[in-house]
């Protein structure tokens, strides 16, 4: 009598058991059915937003290809206008590639390691791409101009830059709206929580209203298109 009653408090006890299991499978998956809608709509809200961004900048290059194209149509004849035109554009030019020491208002940011190793070559691209993301208009890294074709690489306890042989603590430059790129390093799990948790790597940013920044050395050891040929 006793056996068969202790079989039936087991008994039940697994028949609630099941039951709660399965009610709490379905409680929890209504509850991601409900929050999926709200997660669809938060990434196509950021998606929306990123285009508009892409949208504007493609405007606003568009605008000023139309103001280049209007100042040649309005120079025809004037040689004088059309080499000024030339000129200017041919600064310009420059000025994107690197091939000129620029200044302006940004951040001087201080990498110094506080562990055993070095810094690793990976900490130091993670904030390039940072500081590129952040719309910093030019970038500098112990006095190496960074552009398009500079690499950044480890050899030993050094970190090469354009071919540089380079040892920590490194100072880098970066021209941009200073407010604005503090604030994208320094937000809860940005770049700077990440140097220091993930890389052991100290960091100290420090706003300028005046940086400059010198040009890319142009021996030939970084701006490379020898092997380029304008297609006929």
């Known amino acids: 009598m006793k056996l068969a009653r202790n079989l039936s408090i087991t008994l039940i006890c697994i028949i609630l058991g099941v039951m709660l299991a399965w009610q709490y499978r379905s409680i929890l998956h209504n509850s991601k059915k409900q929050n999926l809608p709200n997660v669809r709509v938060e990434t196509l809200r950021d998606e929306l937003i990123v285009q508009k961004e892409n949208n504007e900048d ?13 100042k040649y149509e309005n120079s025809q004849g004037n040689l004088n206008q059309v080499e000024k035109n030339l000129e200017s554009e041919l600064g310009r030019v420059r000025l994107l590639a690197g091939l000129s020491e620029i200044e302006g208002a940004g951040v001087i940011i ?28 030019a970038i500098s890294i112990e006095g190496e101009r960074i ?28 021209i941009a709206d200073p407010e604005k790129l503090e ?12 140097l220091e948790y993930l890389y052991s790597v100290k960091v100290t940013i420090e706003k300028k209203d005046s940086i400059t920044i010198p040009k890319v050395r142009d021996d030939g050891s970084v701006l490379k298109y020898d ?6």
Do not use: C, W
């Open 183 to 194: 604030n994208s390093l320094t937000m809860l799990g940005g770049m700077v929580e990440n």
């Open 110 to 137: 201080n990498l110094e390691y506080v562990g055993e190793n070095s810094i690793s070559e990976t900490a130091v691209l993670s904030l390039i791409n940072e500081l590129k993301a952040s719309e910093a208009q």
């Open 147 to 174: 552009v398009a074709m500079s690499e950044i690489k480890k050899a030993g306890d050094y970190i090469v830059v354009n071919g540089k042989q380079m040892l920590a603590p490194f100072t880098i430059k970066a």
């Open 227 to 232: 092997l380029l040929h304008t297609k006929e």
């Open 58 to 70: 493609l405007m606003k290059r568009n605008d000023e290809l139309q103001k280049q194209i209007s």
